[in-house]
């Protein structure tokens, strides 16, 4: 193994390490509209935080991770921006937790030296994305949604957006076709990764080791 990847997977750990361990379990929240930020920061993981040597000029990569906590809080920020009823507001967050339980979504946006190669549904892009576990299990998206022409909304909520950046929509499903989960139960981390000829780029995000229970509250 060269002394680069052995740096960069320090790299990786430290980072992960360093930061509060975060929780796929479906945890009733009591969040505000204005805890929206704070959620927000906590899942998204952006390139430059794992940065070793040229990855930087590889690919610029921001990505959110939509779990349990991040689509409670966007539900409750986003219901009191359009002044939603109560109901409203449970109505769209029963959706979108039991769309949880079947995928791990994520909000990903990209820049690259040539802007082309940046989109990953081109057939100019060599770029393979994969949702890797601490256990090494490595899953392919059943989604990947490229967003030509982000909303207002969208940029309101992903301040990650830019012109020089393609926006995409990816989805892992939660258990894989044997019936095993994707992010194994006892996992204290996972990876966003997007590997190719130029280069690999880890996104991680460090986890408590307790996976879901698949049980949706929203009462």
Known sequence: MSWAILALAGALALAACGSPRLSLRPTEHT??????????????????????????????????FES????????????????????????????????????????????????????????????RVLLVDANGHQTEPVELLRIVRPSHDMRAYFPSIHRQRHVFRIAFPVVDEDGAPT???????????????????NLAWGLDGVGPDLTVHTH
């Open 31 to 64: 969040f505000t509209a204005g805890d929206y930020g704070s959620v927000l920061g906590r899942w998204t993981r952006t390139a430059d935080d794992f940065d070793f040597g040229h990855l930087n000029e590889v690919l610029h990569v921001t990505a959110t």
């Open 68 to 127: 349990y906590e991040m689509r409670w809080a966007y539900v409750v920020r986003y219901a009191a921006d359009h002044s939603m009823t109560t109901e409203e507001r449970e109505r769209l967050l029963e959706r979108t937790l039991t769309d949880a339980q079947a995928r791990h979504r994520f909000f990903v946006t990209i820049g690259a030296p040539i802007f082309r190669e940046g989109d990953l549904t081109s057939e100019q892009s060599d770029w």
């Open 183 to 201: 992010i194994a139960p006892d996992s204290q981390r996972v990876v966003l990764r997007f590997a190719g000829a130029a280069g690999t780029v």
